[in-house]
């Protein structure tokens, strides 16, 4: 039974088998602290809609939760049960149990501090993300940036303000609204085509694409279990030509799709890790979801792959002129180079050093961000928080950690497969 939950006198349904886990073998004892744990995340998923990204696991232990209306004390009051008697299971012949183990409880420890941000507790922004994630984010000062708004201002000289520059050159490269299924479909069918080359998905595996606004992001998979996503693309904001290839490829092949298609299918079906079949997205596996599903573009399209595939491909559908694309490129190249200010501007946002105003100019003025789009970014940070420094922090970890040792595509590929379908932390990254 859930007898950490029970010990914290919690009135629950008797999910699992009445044997005493002090009677079981410790691989058998840790199945039955999964289900405890699986309880505990879909319980704080009622109290925060963002909580669980993802769900396909036992519908009983979903409808336990439901039914059991448990308080957050109450959820802390079990979690430091489970986490007390995770540390007290013999794991020293074992290294495969000793990571699964790690693994729980780090969860938990990131469960606790959403608990906790949940109840009025504040963490500054890297020991949040820390709690949360298992890591931080470097700190960049504003001369890291201004090197290369300086490379920037060369590239697209002029008058007015660099900002506005960068947009008005940007423009040239937006699809056209009525273009953009076809564009994006076209993108995701690529970067599926060149996931398949190197990584064997579950047969059956699908998604589908919907459009839609009034959205704190650019793109989301929403993960249904049994390999099938339903990927959203929201069109508040023009949607530029490199954001196809994007999208399609860290919503899908080899993304959030392929990272958790890999995962049910390796963890959860074939060895009944049944915690993978939760999502908690504030928790250590985003690093790597994000951090793989960003890294996964450059590895689908080394060198000039890209380029050539959007120049012949994309632009026809989208209709637009590639005479500029080369310079437009060398710009996506250095703004690339700024995708950390946005982490500053979350540092300093939710620390209480920058006002809301403050964090949008600084957005528009070291992410050459335009206002429209600064304050659909502060959006973003006023509701996933520290979350923003899984897709650049969390990139760069998962790029370390691949191309070490390895060096060629298919070694590369080998090393990202094996990241996707195991049981990992980010400190393993490092």
Known sequence: MYRFIVAAALSLALL??????????????????ARDYLLLELSMGQYDANHVDAYFGPDEIKSAATN???GRDDILAASAGLTSALSRLDTSDDRQLARRAAGLMARLRALDTRVAMSKGEFFDFDEESKRLFGTSAPNYDKSHFEAILRQIDILLPGPGS?????????????????????VFEAAIVECRRRTLEYIRLPEGE????EYVTDKPWSGYNWYQGSAVSIIQVNTDLPTRIDRAVDLGCHEGYPGHHTYNALLEKNLVVDNNWLEFSVYPLFSPQSPIAEGSANYGIELSFPGEERIEFEKSVLFPLAGLDDALADRYYELLELQAKLSFAGNEAARGYLNGELSREQAIDWLMTYSLSTKERAQQRIRFMETYRSYVINYNHGKAMVANYVETGTTTPAERWEKFEQLLSTSILPENLE
């Open 206 to 209: 699908s998604f589908t694409i």
């Open 16 to 33: 699992s088998c009445t044997q005493s886990t002090d009677e079981m073998a410790p691989s058998a004892e840790i199945d039955e602290f």
């Open 162 to 182: 660099l900002t506005s520059r960068v947009e008005e050159f940007s423009r040239a490269f937006e699809i056209p609204a009525d273009r953009l299924p076809a």
């Open 68 to 70: 059991a209306k448990l």
